[in-house]
């Protein structure tokens, strides 16, 4: 089951839900194991791997612009 990582955007916390690709479609209703605050984002990691020339690469994460 895939996991997927949620920030709150009241308190600052960050934690993790298991769940099924079709719950995540239906819509998941989480509340902030901290404070209660439905008020939440859903964080997306940065991709990391090596390609065949050695070279590092990256795949998402920062959405900023400055991070190249």
């Known amino acids: 089951m895939p996991t997927y990582e949620f920030k709150c955007i ?3 916390y960050q934690f ?17 194991p901290q404070c209660g605050s439905e008020n939440l984002g859903e964080v997306f ?12 690469k990256t795949s998402g994460g920062c959405r900023c ?3 190249g």
Request: charged share 25%; with cysteine; net charge neutral.
């Open 45 to 56: 990691g940065a991709m990391i791997y090596l390609s065949k020339t050695g070279e590092i």
């Open 65 to 67: 612009g400055s991070c």
């Open 16 to 32: 993790e839900t298991f769940a099924s690709m079709s719950e995540k479609t239906k819509g998941l209703n989480l509340k902030c």
């Open 10 to 12: 009241d308190c600052g």
